[in-house]
């Protein structure tokens, strides 16, 4: 069978699709067989064996079988590689612009959608198909997105590797059987041709990859890279289209909620810890990285977790650690040949390493993974310059500033000697996977914060002591320390002070973390160093956000002027 009709919407067919190849005593191959309604093309060169929702023990035997580069690990996860792409390709995610899209989405200076015409999406996808078409077989996915179960998406990932298949069935929510059964025509469906590239003489293309999105046909091709956090992400994007529509927010962002019931969301771009600090061992996880907000509460869009693992520690991070067993797709990381043992520390690969595992391998995980309101909106933001302070606590206009600034400062590799930290700033820290302007995403965080009473948040996870090079980054312990204090509300009662040039409210004190450290210009030696690098960042944070002082946030303009004002004074 084929996929991928060019002209018209999925029809009706039944074609023989073979489910799993199964063995009898003897070792003969034996097939069972399911019929899903698929569509059919004229692109189609040959029938294709589909291996529709396989489990994630068949999807192992054909990894290690046809992948090169599969390994089982010592825990028993599978390793997998993802080739030459090894984190995404912002620069070649593309939007198709028409009558749908022109007015609704962000395009323009600081938007990730770049745009492509329809033509040139039906090129791509052709070519997606005609791949896909090609192969002895193909991996389809049929799951859901979104745990509130009155705004499920049905999604349709069709792929050409079994290590995609086994990610997206740990990532999206998987299905009963009898959900599946009933499962019908998606909502959205991808076309995952992986390592085969677009033309880069097609228009629009500037690279052998192309993400490509078209809103109204609700499909997703992917060409030329097999970085699975492109099927991940790409997903998230079309949620950051469908969900404001229904008057739901749609967050980059981890969440859990304590015993009593209490929910926070922690906001922060890849690297600042919402994997980590969302997964707590006191507290119920909801999720990760993708959520909702509507009048009901919030809501985990996925059915997993996809946390980094660099430096992985069993003791730090023993939550993860133990997820990470069989069913759990490891990407790019090293092991030992004949032991199996992963490396967490080697980056030979890659720094961005990756475990991808059912939300259900963490034990608090909360199922249904969704929750009432928020009461703790936390912004993570990991500050390799070192001027942040470890926590301070934010009035509603400051919660926008930040929130719309989405600023973070890594350090990416660290073998080329000290480099100086990069500022990023990335708006509703997630500005890659916005479709809608972010003043859209931030007017409906601001409504829903002030008629819910939730308490803003900034928390540097980065460094303190100095910049990087000469600090060192806030032990996880403290940072930790730190979120127990701002879930119990004892960081409510404590005193505050206010910082000169950020004017951000900075606690005198929070049980088990050195009150010394609060207050950053308490660790640096050099004074001078660090009055200069905190006027940096200031003048940083000024220039990112001068883009946005145009535009206008909810009904009137009070909310608006009071956040133009809640940024740095320098
Ligand atoms: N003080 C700290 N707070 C949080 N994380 C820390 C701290 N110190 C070190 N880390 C490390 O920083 C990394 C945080 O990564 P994490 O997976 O939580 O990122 P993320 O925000 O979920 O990003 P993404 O959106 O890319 O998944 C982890 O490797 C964690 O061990
Ligand atoms: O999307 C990815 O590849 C990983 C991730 O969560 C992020 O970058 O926010
Ligand atoms: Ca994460
Ligand atoms: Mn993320």
Redesign the pocket.
Known sequence: MAFGDTETQPQTQTPEVVQAKKHDQNGVDKVSHFTPTICVSDSALKFTNVLYNLTPAELYEHALKYEEGSFITSTGALATRSGAKTGRSPRDKRVVKDATTQDDLWWGKGSPNLEMDEQTFMINRERAVDYLNCLDTVFVNDQFLNWDSENKIKVRIVSARAYHSLFMHNMCIRPTKEELENFGTPDFTIYNAGKFPCNRYTHYMTSSTSVDLHVARKEMVILGTMYAGEMKKGLFSVMHYLMPKRQILSLHS?CNIGKSGDVALFFGL?GTG??TLSTDHNRYLIG??EHCWSDKGVSNIEGG????CIDLSREKEPDIWNAIKFGAVLENVAFDDHTRLVNYADKSVTENTRAAYPIEFIPNALIPCVGPHPKNVILLACDAFGVLPPVSKLNLAQTMYHFISGYTALVAGTEDGIKEPTATFSACFGAAFLMLHPTKYAAMLAEKMQIHGATGWLVNTGWSGGSYGSGSRIKLAYTRKIIDAIHSGSLLKTEYKKTKVFGLEIPSEVEGVPSEILDPVNTWSDKNAYNGTLMKLAGLFKNNFETFTNYKIGEDNKLTEEMLAAGPHC
């Open positions: 981890g890849s919402k994997t990760d990285d977790c996809y946390a980094k």
